[in-house]
Antibody
Framework: QLQLQESGPGLVKPSETLSLTCTVS??????????WGWIRQPPGKGLEWIGS???????YYNPSLKSRVTISVDTSKNQFSLKLSSVTAADTAVYYC??????????????WGQGTMVTVSS | QSALTQPASVSGSPGQSITISCTGT?????????VSWYQQHPGKAPKLMIY???NRPSGVPDRFSGSKSGNTASLTISGLQAEDEADYYC?????????FGGGTKLTVL
């Protein structure tokens, strides 16, 4: 059974870079047709898609975050990662990693990690 | 891109049916048959309930159904049960991007 698990610092200082990793277990991140995405949810608020990556390295980013986001993949470790630069308090959120089919229904994330809370504070 | 518009809250009694709307534009909801719906219980990750407007993933009860008319998609839950009380989010594809709705809190009275 495929599982995703987010990991990374729970506290990041303002203006620094937030870095998270999602480890895929029970299956290969190199499976054809699947993309791997990051979604976040500020406390008490709705979901926001950050971006997604294919195992080949092809990426799609949310236009509103694109200038600060980098998503990368490491197929040897079955992991993909998120970097969000110049963070502010507005980036405080639960960050989820999830799987989806970009070429079918790009918004249909069928397997999710449990989420990890990241707080931006000095 | 702007978030899709959902009602902040809806409610219903056990056994009743409710419908949650998700309004976008011709650039997202109206332009593609790529609308999904998620159920999220407090402290949990979202769960995919509907994809491609009206398809249910394996394991999702057929009490959950989706539809679309123009720029508005809808999620209908029939035979409401206590465990359906949760937050619900829609999502849509738009111009090489994904946009979510603001979420709807469903209360089962």
């Amino acid at each position: 059974q495929l599982q995703l698990q987010e990991s990374g610092p729970g506290l990041v200082k303002p203006s620094e870079t937030l870095s998270l990793t999602c480890t895929v277990s029970g299956g290969s991140i190199s499976s054809s047709s699947y993309y791997w995405g990051w979604i976040r949810q500020p406390p008490g608020k709705g979901l926001e898609w950050i971006g997604s990556i294919y195992y080949s390295g092809s990426t799609y980013y949310n236009p509103s975050l694109k200038s600060r986001v980098t998503i990368s993949v490491d197929t040897s470790k079955n992991q993909f990662s998120l970097k969000l630069s110049s963070v502010t308090a507005a980036d405080t959120a639960v960050y989820y990693c999830a799987r989806h089919h970009w070429n079918d229904d790009p918004g249909a994330f069928d397997i999710w990690g449990q989420g990890t809370m990241v707080t931006v504070s000095s | 891109q702007s978030a899709l518009t959902q009602p902040a809250s809806v409610s219903g009694s056990p056994g009743q049916s409710i419908t949650i709307s998700c309004t976008g534009t011709s650039s997202d909801v109206g332009g593609y048959n790529y609308v999904s719906w998620y159920q999220q219980h407090p402290g949990k990750a979202p769960k995919l309930m509907i994809y491609e407007v009206s398809n249910r993933p394996s394991g999702v009860p057929d009490r959950f159904s989706g539809s679309k008319s123009g720029n508005t998609a809808s999620l209908t839950i029939s035979g409401l049960q206590a465990e359906d009380e949760a937050d619900y989010y829609c999502s849509s594809y738009t111009s090489s991007s994904v946009v979510f709705g603001g979420g709807t809190k469903l209360t089962v009275l």
